[in-house]
């Protein structure tokens, strides 16, 4: 879905033009304050993970792996905020409006890069 985001690009921009334009940057900071909020919950199920501690745990490897293992695969986060799904089920309204945030910039960025 998003493995390859900087092939084929059409616009020709730098790297960082590229991250700015697509809010990359924006996006690692609300990751950052989404994995700070997740740190609070404990317990509970969602799909794939079964605690919240799992979700938190599995959050920061995948931010990890995104800053500096160079990973570009956001596939599983947009899984992860999408509504109803891992982000909702743990952390409910309480972080509703982060987590809307953070799946329109993955879904913006996956609709802009097929």
């Known amino acids: 879905m998003f493995k390859s985001f900087f092939s084929n690009r059409p616009d ?8 700015e ?3 990359f ?3 690692i900071k609300d ?3 989404a994995e700070k909020i997740l740190s609070e919950y404990s317990g509970g199920y969602s799909g794939a993970f079964l605690s919240a501690e799992e ?3 599995a959050l920061i490897e995948k931010i990890d792996d995104i ?3 160079n990973q570009t695969d956001l596939s599983e986060l947009w899984t992860w905020f999408a509504p109803t799904c891992a982000w909702d089920d743990f952390v409910g ?4 409006g982060l987590g ?5 910039r993955l879904d913006r960025w996956w609709k802009g890069n097929k």
């Open 12 to 19: 020709k921009l730098s790297k960082r033009e590229y991250w």
């Open 21 to 23: 334009k697509w809010e």
């Open 25 to 27: 940057f924006d996006l």
């Open 31 to 33: 990751l950052h304050e």
């Open 55 to 57: 979700f938190h745990t």
């Open 67 to 69: 800053e500096f293992g």
């Open 93 to 96: 309204e309480d972080g509703q």
């Open 100 to 104: 809307n945030r953070i799946f329109a």
